[in-house]
């Protein structure tokens, strides 16, 4: 055999190679991630409220502030569902979905997302503090949280409230558990509508 006899067979041999190469990374590729929204849910309409009511912060866990829906959270493990996930931000998302929420039940309120473009002089600012947004077990969702409501036309401190919320699950599927937390993140929306209506006093 002469030396571009030895090449050629070098060459297909390389290149027969670098096909199943190919073939099993496409093989091992992950499938396209399902991505999931949390859905606002309507609550009691109040009348009153301050006029502009502006979402200013809403801080979560570190461990949060992934694409990927984290489902548990025990001991020092954390259960991160490769491909569930977040159609966007999460905090970016809670502040989108409150908005919406405070509004409907404050239809006489304007209430700005913390992401929004308009950037007025709010009556009332809003700061959300969430704990944990978790799984607490294969049938409940646990959603811990600490509000703070300041009124601009007052000297009062801010009306800080605390909210531990657990609601159940239809089954143990990624869908039924951000419906579960779509129903809890709705009752943060009461508790924060209260406070606003009401102006902070009990």
Known sequence: MNWKQTMRKASARSALLAACGLLMLGGCSSPTPTLYTISVVPGQVMAGGPAVVNIHDITIPRY????QIVRFESGNQLDVRANDWWGEPIAAMLSRVLAE??????PHSIVLGENGAINATA?????????????????????????SVSFAKSNAPPVLRSLRVETPTKDAGTTAYVAAISVAVGQLADSIAVTLQTGGMP
């Open 123 to 147: 009556d009332a600012t809003v700061q959300v503090d969430i704990d944990r947004l978790v799984a607490s077990g294969p049938a409940a969702a646990t959603l811990v949280a600490h509000s």
């Open 101 to 106: 929420e405070l509004a409907q039940r404050l």
């Open 64 to 67: 949060l502030e992934r694409p």
